[in-house]
C-alpha cells in the first residue's frame, strides 16, 4: 500500500537506535570479573597457604583495565588512542606480577635484573614442583602464581581489546580459551577442589554469560538464563552418578605395565647425600587394605652419632609395645603384591603381628618388621600381614600419660659423635623418659658402666646444639604430646624440601642450624633424635608413602616416587604412632593428605574433634571406600528431566521471539503482541486501516483503533477507552472456540482507564 494517510502507514515504525558498542560489552566485562575471579582463585590453590588475597587483587586490576580498553576505543583521535593503549599494557604488566606476589620494589627498572633472576629460577624449578607448594622458595610460588595472572592478562587483551567503531570490543570467542586454561589447569593438577560439581556448575553459568550476555535482547534474556540454569543444574547432578571409581580408558594402567619392567632394590640405611635411587615413577607394589598407612620396610633403631642406621640392637621376639586391643578398627589384614621391587623385608605398615600366605619363609625382624629367612622377594610375589596401625585423637594422645613400658628404655639411646682426643672410644647416652626424676645415662665402648655426669658428657659432644634445643622445648611442654608438637613445628619451622642438600659432617645439626635444607632423611632423623633427647621414645621408620589408591580394584599403586622415611613416636596404651614432618611438597608426600597438622596447632585446638578414629594429626586417614550405589533409574531420569526443562526453555524462547514487538510505540507493540497471542498474522505491510476492516465489527472496536492511529499518526488525543479496549478483546476472542475468550485475555488484559489532563484556562 502507499497511501500516507495516518491510518493506513504501517504499524512498524522505524528500528530503534542501537545502542554505544562500549555499552553493549558492559555485560560481558562484568562475567568477565566472575570468571577472572573464580579461575584465580581457582589456581591459587597451587601453592599453600593459598593466595587468594593476590587473586582477587588480579581479578579486580584485570576487570577495571578492561573497562579502561572499551573506554579507549571510543576515543577519535588515533594518537591518544595508541597512547592510552601502551598505558593500560603497562598497567597490566604491573597487575600481572604484584597478582602473583611479586614486591612492588622489583618493578622498578633499576631492580629488573633481580626479578629477572628470581623468575628464571622460579621457572627453573617449576619441572620438580608438586602441588600445593608448601616450600619456603618464594619465587618458585611466585612463578606458579604468575601463570594464572599472565593468562588473566592475555584474556582481558583478548576480550576488550578496541576495534573499529561502533563494533563490539574485542573477542569473547579467543578470551574463553584463556579464561577455561585458567580454571582448568589447577583443576586437574590438583586432580580435585572442595566441591567439584558446584565449582563446575558456577563456571559453565559465568561462561554462558561471557559469551552470550552481549548477544541476547532483553526480552530473550529470562527464558535463555532459565535454559542455562536448567541444562547446569541437571548436569552437575548427573555428574556424580557418571563419575565412575574406573575410568573410561584406562591409560594409567597402560602406563603402568610399560613402567613396571625391571626391578629395584632399596639400601634404607640413612645417608643425607643427594638422592641416588630411581626416581622413574615405576610400579614397585599393590597393596589392598582398609585402610590408607604408610607402608614400611624397616624401623632404624640406631642413631650412631651421624646417621640412623638398621643394626638390630632390638631382641627380635620382644613385643612391639603396647596395641590396644579396645579399638578393632586400628587392625587390619593387608594384601601386598610385589611388582617391580626386589627385597628381602617383608613391606607392611605400623607394628606387623604376623606375616602369613607367603612364599618365602617369614622372620621376625622386630620393631614390628619382617624379613625372609632366605632368598629374596621378587615380582610375582604375594602375601598378607596382620597389622596395627593406631590413629588415636589429639585428646587420647595428650592425655596417655608418661606410664612407658620397661622395653621404651631401649628407644631412648644416641650414640654420641666420636671426640677428636678419643676417636676409637664408643660413647652411648641413654636419656630418661619424659617427666622422669632419672639422670641421663653414659656408657663407654659398650662396656655398660654408667655415669652421673651425662649432661655434660652430651653437652661437649658434636650434638650439644641439638641437645640444647631439646632441653629448651622439653621446658615448654607439659606433656609428651605437647614436646612432639613443639618438636615438629621446630624441624618444619623455615626448612626447605631439596634432593641435593650440602653434604656435612655432622648433617643433622648443620639442618637445624645451618643450611635448613634436605629431604625426607633429614626431617626425620632430626625429629626422632630431638625426640630421644627430649625422653619421648622415638625411631625412624622407612620404606613408602601410601601411594595412590586405584578405586577399581581397591588397591594401593605404590612406585619409586614414593620411597620414604618417618618417624614413629611411643605413647603408653596406644603403642608407636606414625608422624611424618616432611612438607608434602615432596613427591613421596604428594599423595598423601597432611594428617599431622595438628602438631602445630596451640594446645587444645581440635577442629575436627574427637571423633572415634580421627588421627590425632589433622583428620581421618582416608579410608578406601567402595561407594554407596546410585539407583539405576537416577541416570535416565536425570536425563528426561533435562530434556523436558531444555525443550520447555526453547519453546518459550522461540514464541518470545515470535511476539517481540517490531514497534518502538509501546500502544502499537501491545497491539501486535495480542494479535500473536490469538493466532493472527502480522504481514509487514499492516496498517491500521486494514485492521478495522478485519475487526471493526462494532464500532466501539473500531473506537479503538482510531483512538492509536490518532496518538501515533494524528494530533494526538485521549487513549482508548475501557469500554473500547473490551469490545476489541471480543473481536479477537471471536473464532477461537471455548477458550477464546481467556485466550483474548492474555492477548489483551484489562487496563485501568488513564486520566485526561485538565484543559488550560483561557489567558484574560
Known amino acids: 500500500m502507499t497511501s500516507t494517510t495516518a491510518g493506513a502507514r504501517p504499524l512498524r515504525g522505524s528500528p530503534a537506535e542501537p545502542l554505544p558498542a562500549g555499552v553493549r560489552a558492559l555485560p560481558r566485562l562484568l562475567a568477565f570479573l566472575g570468571l577472572a575471579l573464580l579461575g584465580l582463585i581457582t589456581w591459587a590453590g597451587l601453592v599453600a597457604p593459598a593466595a587468594t588475597g593476590s587473586a582477587t587483587f ?55 635484573d633481580t626479578l629477572a633472576q628470581g623468575l628464571a629460577d622460579g621457572v627453573t624449578s617449576i619441572p620438580g614442583t608438586f602441588v600445593p607448594y608448601r616450600g619456603a622458595d618464594e619465587w618458585v610460588r611466585r612463578t606458579l602464581l604468575l601463570g594464572g595472572t599472565a593468562l588473566t592478562t592475555i584474556a582481558v587483551l583478548q576480550a576488550f581489546w578496541p576495534r573499529e567503531r561502533g563494533r563490539l570490543p574485542g573477542s569473547a570467542a579467543a578470551a574463553t580459551v584463556s579464561l577455561g586454561t585458567l580454571y582448568a589447569v589447577p583443576v586437574i593438577s590438583r586432580a580435585t577442589t572442595d566441591r567439584p560439581f558446584l565449582s ?50 584406562d591409560y594409567g594402567h ?159 639411646r644416641v650414640t654420641l659423635p666420636p671426640s677428636p682426643s678419643s676417636p676409637r672410644v664408643r660413647v652411648e647416652a641413654s636419656f630418661p623418659p619424659f617427666a622422669s626424676a632419672q639422670a641421663t645415662l653414659i656408657s663407654r665402648s659398650g662396656s655398660g658402666i654408667g655415669t652421673s655426669d651425662g649432661v655434660e658428657v652430651v653437652g661437649a659432644s658434636g650434638l650439644a646444639r641439638i641437645y640444647d634445643l631439646a632441653t629448651r622445648l622439653r621446658a615448654q611442654a607439659d606433656t609428651p604430646h605437647d614436646y612432639v608438637r613443639l618438636v615438629r613445628a621446630r624441624v618444619e619451622r623455615g626448612a626447605t624440601y631439596t634432593e641435593t642438600p650440602n653434604v656435612h659432617a655432622n648433617p643433622l645439626d648443620a639442618f637445624l642450624f645451618e643450611d635448613r635444607n634436605g629431604y625426607c632423611q633429614h626431617f626425620s632423623g632430626a625429629m626422632a633424635l630431638l625426640l630421644r633427647m627430649g625422653g619421648v621414645p622415638a625411631r625412624v621408620a622407612v620404606g613408602f608413602s601410601p601411594g595412590r589408591l586405584d578405586k577399581a580394584k581397591g588397591e594401593y599403586v605404590v612406585r619409586d616416587l614414593d620411597a620414604h622415611s618417618w618417624v614413629e613416636a611411643y605413647y603408653p596404651t596406644y603403642g608407636w604412632v606414625t608422624l611424618d614432618p616432611t612438607p608434602s611438597a615432596a613427591p613421596a608426600r604428594e599423595q598423601v593428605a597432611d594428617q599431622q597438622a595438628a602438631l602445630t596447632r596451640p594446645r587444645g ?29 537416577a541416570v535416565p531420569a536425570g536425563l528426561a528431566a533435562l530434556a523436558a526443562l531444555a525443550g520447555g526453555a526453547l519453546f518459550w524462547l522461540r514464541r518470545r521471539e515470535r511476539e517481540q514487538p517490531q514497534s518502538d510505540d509501546p500502544e502499537i507493540a501491545e497491539l501486535e503482541r495480542a494479535l500473536r497471542r490469538t493466532g493472527r498474522e502480522l504481514p509487514p505491510d499492516l496498517t491500521l486501516a486494514t485492521l478495522e476492516q478485519r475487526l471493526g465489527a462494532t464500532d466501539a472496536a473500531c473506537g479503538y483503533l482510531r483512538a492509536l492511529s490518532r496518538r501515533r499518526y494524528g494530533p494526538g488525543g485521549p487513549a482508548p477507552t475501557p469500554e473500547e479496549r473490551s469490545a476489541l478483546r471480543r473481536e479477537l476472542a471471536a473464532g477461537l472456540g471455548r477458550m477464546g475468550r481467556l485466550r483474548a485475555l492474555w492477548a489483551l488484559p484489562p487496563r485501568p482507564a488513564q486520566r485526561q489532563p485538565p484543559s488550560a484556562a483561557p489567558l484574560p
Request: aromatic residues 8%.
Open 605 to 633: 585446638a581440635n577442629p575436627g574433634g574427637d571423633r572415634q578414629g580421627d588421627p590425632g594429626f589433622g583428620g581421618a586417614i582416608p579410608q578406601a571406600s567402595s561407594g554407596a550405589g546410585t539407583p539405576a533409574w
Open 58 to 112: 588480579m581479578a579486580l586490576a584485570a576487570t577495571v583495565c578492561g573497562g579502561a580498553l572499551i573506554a579507549v576505543g571510543s576515543l577519535d583521535r588515533s594518537g591518544a588512542r595508541n597512547a592510552a593503549l601502551a598505558v593500560l599494557c603497562v598497567v597490566l604488566a604491573a597487575a600481572m606480577l604484584l597478582g602473583a606476589g611479586v614486591p612492588a620494589r622489583l618493578l622498578v627498572p633499576g631492580e629488573w
Open 254 to 412: 597402560l602406563a603402568e605395565d610399560v613402567a613396571a619392567r625391571g626391578t629395584v632394590g632399596y639400601a634404607w640405611n640413612h645417608s643425607y647425600g643427594p638422592i641416588s635411587w630411581p626416581r622413574e615413577g615405576r610400579e614397585l607394589l599393590r597393596i589392598k587394605a582398609q585402610a590408607q598407612s604408610y607402608w614400611k620396610a624397616e624401623a632404624l633403631d640406631t642413631f650412631d652419632g651421624r646417621a640412623w642406621r638398621r643394626t638390630g640392637s632390638v631382641a627380635a621376639l620382644e613385643p612391639d609395645g603396647e596395641q590396644d586391643q579396645t579399638q578393632p578398627q586400628w587392625f587390619q589384614t593387608i594384601r601386598v603384591s610385589v611388582r617391580g621391587l626386589r627385597t628381602t623385608q617383608f613391606i607392611t605398615a605400623g607394628s606387623a603381628n604376623r606375616v602369613f600366605d607367603a612364599p618365602r619363609v617369614p622372620v621376625n625382624a622386630g620393631a614390628g618388621t619382617f624379613s625372609t629367612q632366605r632368598g629374596v622377594l621378587r615380582r610375582g610375589a604375594e602375601y598378607k600381614a596382620r597389622v596395627y596401625t593406631p590413629r588415636p585423637t589429639n585428646s587420647q594422645l595428650q592425655n596417655s600419660g608418661t606410664d612407658y613400658p620397661s622395653l621404651a628404655r631401649q628407644w631412648l
Open 200 to 249: 563446575g556448575a558456577l563456571f559453565t553459568l559465568l561462561l554462558c554469560a561471557f559469551l552470550l550476555a552481549d548477544r541476547i535482547r532483553a526480552a530473550t534474556a529470562a527464558p535463555a538464563l532459565l535454559l542455562v540454569i536448567a541444562v547446569t543444574t541437571a548436569a552437575a547432578a548427573a555428574a556424580p552418578a557418571l563419575d565412575r571409581p574406573a575410568p573410561w580408558v
